[in-house]
């Protein structure tokens, strides 16, 4: 994956971070409890925030050679679509089997900013 790839993610997921939280706030706040709005919110605020990150890893790789970050990325990818994807499954089904996949999600950010730091770190 390039990094104008990883930047153009980037976008694509801000973009959707946004379009879902107006989409929960005002269309489906007459049809869902406040517990499954929070929980589209929390979904939202993370996919956002590593949105964010795509956005910079990507800005990054413009600039240097360092092939561990694209795999930070596409960690990063997979958390977006394991933890928020079924934050907002569960909120809009209440399929409490997606529940066990939020953590899946969850471990998959934690590994893509662990080896980003490290590949960062080891970057001369």
Same mark, same amino acid.
Not at 52 to 65: P, T, Y
Not at 72 to 78: F, G
Not at 79 to 90: D, E, M, N, P
């Given at each position: 994956?390039?990094?104008?790839?990883?930047?153009?993610?980037?976008?694509?997921?801000?973009?959707?971070?946004?379009?879902?939280?107006?989409?929960?706030?005002?269309? =489906?706040?007459?049809?869902?409890?406040? +517990?499954s709005?929070?929980?589209?919110?929390t979904g939202?605020? +993370?996919?956002?925030?590593?949105?964010?990150?795509?956005?910079?890893?990507?800005?990054?790789?413009?600039?240097?050679?360092?092939?561990?970050?694209?795999?930070?990325?596409?960690?990063?990818?997979?958390?977006?679509?394991?933890?928020?994807?079924?934050? +907002?499954?569960?909120?809009?089904?209440?399929?409490?089997?997606?529940?066990?996949?939020?953590?899946i999600?969850?471990?998959f950010?934690?590994?893509?900013? =662990?080896?980003?730091?490290?590949?960062l770190?080891?970057?001369?």
């Amino acid at each position: 994956m390039r990094a104008t790839k990883i930047i153009a993610l980037g976008c694509v997921f801000s973009a959707l971070s946004v379009m879902i939280g107006a989409f929960a706030a005002h269309g =489906l706040k007459a049809h869902l409890s406040d +517990y499954s709005l929070s929980i589209i919110r929390t979904g939202v605020q +993370y996919q956002f925030w590593h949105s964010l990150a795509l956005l910079a890893l990507g800005s990054v790789l413009l600039r240097i050679d360092a092939p561990r970050l694209i795999l930070s990325a596409k960690l990063l990818v997979a958390g977006i679509v394991f933890f928020s994807g079924s934050l +907002y499954g569960l909120a809009l089904t209440g399929a409490n089997w997606l529940g066990p996949i939020t953590p899946i999600g969850g471990v998959f950010f934690i590994a893509g900013w =662990l080896i980003a730091a490290w590949s960062l770190w080891r970057h001369e």
